[in-house]
């Protein structure tokens, strides 16, 4: 069995950082990640700089990008103007996002949740560039608590014809939810948090699932500026250690995560939430 693997360190993963990185240190970050063999990388964000300032200079990161064959660069937009923008830059893929919640959706993207939709779906409509939707906090939300599974299955099979992520945004998932929800919408792939210690837990379930796409990030970067106490994404090297043990493919070298992981340790500063790049590989697995 293969699987893919999407690392959105140099996206989720520092849009929560309290430094702003320059977008030549984000593009590096990115073309380590390509070189350890990542089929999938989220690039940048294509958001109001004013809102995310972490997220400044999209297009300077994208230009400054070293393509690789074999790796496909993926960026995030929430609007048409977003979508605009990512179309403008040359990435190979658009991943759209939108919330579960209408709370969630005001406070992320400054809309309702019906115009969100209706966003997503006039993007889908126009883009001539393979889509991701991801639905955030589709197993909770933290202004309106626990996500009902019956709404999150209706948004997705809205958009039956799209690949389909579904994102445990702020980590409250448990691994028969995520199990129980991809077979009930069919989403090809998770984007996990590890706030309560869950993720790699939820990540195999997701597995038995049916799920074929993963979102990590590289040494568990990541958060949400408006998700209140939400921690790290599941670390891509911890997600690959666990795969590889279990004998499915994903085609990346760990021990160029490894390192880059550490690299990434050294820019930022302090010890990231990721565990196989402290622990080290094992001879025996």
């Known amino acids: 069995m293969r699987v893919t693997i999407c690392d959105v360190g140099p996206r989720d993963g520092l849009q929560n950082e309290p430094e702003t990185l320059e977008p030549a240190a984000r593009a590096e970050f990115v073309n380590r990640l390509a070189a350890a063999g990542v089929p999938r990388v989220e690039a940048a964000s294509f958001v109001r700089a004013a809102a995310v300032p972490q997220m400044a200079g999209a297009e300077e990161v994208v230009v400054a990008i070293d ?8 960026g995030l937009a929430l609007n048409v103007k977003g979508y605009e923008r990512l179309a ?8 759209f996002t939108l919330a579960a919640t209408d709370s969630f959706s005001r406070r992320n993207a400054n ?3 019906d115009e969100a939709l209706a966003a997503a779906a006039e993007v889908i409509g126009r883009s001539q560039l393979p889509v991701t939707l991801t639905i955030s906090v589709a197993f909770g939300c933290p202004f309106e608590g626990r996500v009902d ?13 799209t690949e389909v992520v579904l994102a445990d945004t702020i980590g409250v998932a448990t691994p028969s939810q995520v199990r129980g929800l991809l077979e009930r919408t069919g989403a090809r792939g998770v984007h996990l948090h590890n706030t309560r210690n869950t993720g790699y837990a939820n990540a195999f379930a997701a597995l038995e699932g049916g799920a074929t796409l993963f979102d990590a990030s590289c040494g568990g970067l990541g958060g949400c500026p408006y998700a209140p106490r939400a921690t790290g994404n599941i670390a891509t090297e911890d997600l690959v250690y666990l795969l590889a043990g279990e004998g499915i493919e994903t085609g990346i070298d760990l021990d160029a995560l490894i390192t880059t992981s550490e690299w990434l340790e050294g820019v930022l500063g302090r010890r990231l939430e990721g565990q196989v790049y402290r622990a080290g590989t094992w001879a025996g697995a």
Do not use: K, M
């Open 67 to 74: 393509r690789r064959a074999g790796t496909e660069y993926s």
């Open 149 to 161: 599974p019956g709404v999150v299955a209706e948004i997705a099979a809205q958009f039956a014809s």
């Open 111 to 113: 809309q309702s949740l």
């Open 88 to 95: 403008a830059s040359g990435l190979d893929r658009l991943n």
